[in-house]
Every structure is written in C-alpha cells, then in structure tokens.
C-alpha cells in the first residue's frame, strides 16, 4: 500500500480568500509530472510541499521525480487539498449548513483556516471598510463553529451505534474507532484524545453526554489540527491583526498569508514574465517592457508589502508547516540502487514520500509493495551505507534501498 494520503483542508467565512488560496497553491510551479493520486474531485487539487532535495546533498547533478518537480534543488512533493465548501456563522446548528461542508470538512486531516486579516470582510462575508472587523473575533467564531459541528457529530454517532453495543461489545475500543473512521479519525487520535481528555480511567460504557461532548472536541483538536492563514497582508492594515491573531492563537499557529500576491506571482511565473519559485522571498522581472503599467504595479507593491516585509507569501510556508509540523509527516526515498540512488532504470531519486515520523523500514517496504514488505530481509541507509533491520525508524532525508526475497519486479 502507498503512503497513506493526506488531505488538507481550506476553511473560513465567505469571502475570506479560501479559493483564491486554493488556485494558488493548486497552480503547478512549472510543467509538472504527474501525481499520485488517484481520485480528484472537483473541489480537490494538488499542491506542494518544498524541501531541499536530497539529491544536493548526496552531491549529484540532479534527480529525476517521478511525481512532482524538483526546482534548483528544491523538491516539490504533491499533496491533496480540499476547498471545504463556505462556513458561516451558526452552520453547525443547521443555519446556512449544507452537506457538502460536512463532508468535505470530514476528509480533512488538518485544516488551514483563512481568516481575513485586513478586517474588510464582516462575519456574513460582505465587504466593509478595512479594519472594522475584527479577525480575532472572527478566528474564535469560526474555530467554535467547527468545534460545535465535531461534537454534534461525534455525539450523534455516539448515540446511534456505539452506546447501544458499547456495554456488550468485546473490544470498544475497536468500536469507537471504526464508528469514528468516517471522520478520518485514526485510532491513535482516539487514544490520546481519551487521555488528553482525562478519560483513560472511566470505561466508555460509563461515559456521560458531557464526557462525550469533552472527548469530542479533544479529538477534534488531534484528529484535524488548525492554522490560522492570516490572508490579505498585503493590506498595510493587517501587520496589527496579525500580531494580535498570534498572541491569541500562539506564533506557531498563525501564518501570515497573502493568497493573491501568490497567485499573481505564480502567474506571472507561469506566462514567463517574471522568475519565481514559490515559497522565495524575492522574484525577477524577465523583460519589463513586456509587463504593463498596471502589471507592474502590482508586482511592485507585493515586492514592498508582502515579500520585504514578511520574507514570503506564506502559501509555501502554510502548506509545509501543515504537512510536517502539523501531521509529522518525514520525507523519504525508497531506491533501488544504494550506490547510485536510482530505481534500475537509472532514475535519480524518482520518489519522494511523505510518511508518518515513526514509519520502520518494514512499514516502508509495504507502502512501496506489499510483496517488498512481505518478504523484507533488511534495508540499507544508502546515505550512510548502513544495514537497517526491519524495527528501523527512519528519519527525515532518508534514502532507503528495500532488499527481499522477492524483487519488486518478480512480485
Ligand atoms: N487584498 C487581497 N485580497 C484578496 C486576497 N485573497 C483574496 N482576496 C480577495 O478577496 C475576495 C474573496 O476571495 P475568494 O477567494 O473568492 O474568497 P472565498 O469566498 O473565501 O473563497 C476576492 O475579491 C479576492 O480577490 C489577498 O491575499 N489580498
Ligand atoms: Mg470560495
């Protein structure tokens, strides 16, 4: 089985900036190869995490992704991500609430919530003047809106299946779990939400609707982690909300974002009129007689406001910090050749995968093919040219070469 996908959600109130976040991080940084991935709804696209390839360090020219790109040296591993249908206020109660929000909203692994930074956005979406919104407000709002539809969910799923067998059943744990599972809730999130949640010593057929309500949001809060995107921060205005949304929500929680100033880079990027890699904190004009007044301007001013200012755009940063801070997630590559770094076709380092941070070389060996896992005998460190046994946990920036009783190929 493959790594196991993940899917990262955009949410906020109307008129925040969700899809034009979504077009910039799902607007591929160049020709790109294909993805991995086998289902694409509508709403759903591929972004990219950037890391500095392995390939600079092992000292070689250049690799060759099989999925994804690899920019001077900077690798871009795709990812899923999910325009999670508008939220407003009062949804999980039922108001405005239609069923596709929940069931986007239920794939979700984590979640980047875009909150509009420049306080010109009210709570029902209309616009209004900047800075008589207030984005903390709006932050809190929308978190408990989400908090209320987890445990309305949770505790109905609890009243329908688990309550009625929970007293009787074998194994509860294994119950909750897979009542849960529709939620893209993992048993390890269950686990430590019951101990997070100061439940560990009360069996769950003594449970209460309130140790449920508690349970819940725990889970919640495990299960699909939240970023705050501050966006539109190249509206002067918002530098003072970013600081209040992160004294609020903590430094690490908040990423100050402007999903415009991405989308016109990549862009430009893309029509070839500027040089641009994302997550950079700095773009060059190609040919400025091909830009128009206007064109300029534009670029110009998130020159000014946006990269000098805050180093980058943030949508680079949002989508890594979602994927390895927020999931632990580790990259590593599997190759066929530990000398050389190659599949036997001769690809430079053709995979990229993001695995979870305590995956062993065994469990690799089965996300590259079950046959590999079946009949692992060992593994190399191709870095350190090293023997790793199956327990091996890997660590980010390995490269790993599976050796088995039976071949990939044979399999
Ligand atoms: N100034 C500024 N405006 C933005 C930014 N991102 C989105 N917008 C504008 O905000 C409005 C709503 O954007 P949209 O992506 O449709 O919001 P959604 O309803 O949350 O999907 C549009 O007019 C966008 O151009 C940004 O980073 N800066
Ligand atoms: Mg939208």
């Given at each position: ?5 993940k899917l990262i959600g955009v949410v ?35 972004g990219?995490v ?29 990812v899923k991500v999910i325009?999670v ?20 909203l239920?794939q979700a692994d984590v979640l980047i919530h ?70 893209s809730?993992?048993?390890?999130h ?30 919640r809060e495990i299960s699909k982690p939240v970023i705050?995107a ?23 929680n ?64 949002l989508l890594n910090t979602a994927v390895f801070k927020k999931l632990g997630l ?82």
């Open positions: 089985m493959p790594p196991p996908e906020g109130k109307t008129n925040v900036g969700k899809s034009t976040l979504f077009s910039a991080m799902t607007l591929a940084p160049a020709k790109i190869a294909n993805h991995p991935f086998t289902t694409i709804e509508p709403n759903i696209g591929v990219h950037r890391v500095k390839c392995a390939h600079v360090e092992l000292g070689l020219p250049g690799c060759n992704p099989r999925s994804g790109l690899c920019i001077s040296g900077q690798r871009f591993i795709p325009d249908a508008g939220l407003i206020p009062g949804a999980s109660t039922g108001r405005g609430l239609g069923n596709k929000f929940m069931d986007d239920r875009v909150v509009d930074a420049s306080g010109s956005t009210d709570l029902e979406g209309n616009p209004v003047p900047p800075g008589t919104q207030d984005p903390v407000e709006e932050a809190e709002k929308i978190l408990n809106e989400i908090n209320e539809w987890f445990k309305a969910t949770v505790t109905r799923i609890w009243e329908s299946k688990i309550s009625r067998y929970i007293a009787s059943s074998q194994a509860p744990l294994d119950l909750m779990v897979q009542n849960l599972s529709g939620l809730v993992k048993r390890h269950v686990i430590e939400a019951v101990r997070r949640a100061g439940l560990e010593g009360k069996p769950f057929k003594n449970w209460t609707l309130e140790d449920v309500g508690l349970f819940a949001v725990t889970l705050i501050a966006n539109k921060i190249d509206v002067p205005i918002a530098a003072d909300y970013v600081k209040e949304l992160k004294k609020r929500f903590g430094d690490e908040v990423i100050p974002v402007s999903a415009l100033g991405e989308y016109i880079l990549r862009k430009a990027a893309q029509n070839g009129l500027i040089e641009y890699i994302p997550g950079d904190s700095s773009f060059r004009v190609k040919e400025a007689s091909r830009l128009t007044g206007e064109q300029l301007k534009a670029l110009k001013l998130i020159e000014e406001n946006v990269l000098k200012h805050y180093g980058s755009t943030g949508v680079q940063e580790i990259v590593v590559y599997p190759v066929e050749d530990e000398n050389r770094f190659t599949d036997h076709y001769g690809n430079i380092l053709p995979d990229a995968y993001l695995v979870p941070g305590n995956t062993t070389a065994r469990e690799l060996a089965y996300m590259v093919h079950t046959e590999l896992g079946e009949s692992f005998l060992y593994a190399v460190d191709a870095r350190r040219k090293r023997r790793i046994g199956e327990d091996h946990i890997l660590e980010n920036g390995d490269v790993v070469k599976i050796v088995a009783a039976k071949s990939k190929r044979e399999a």
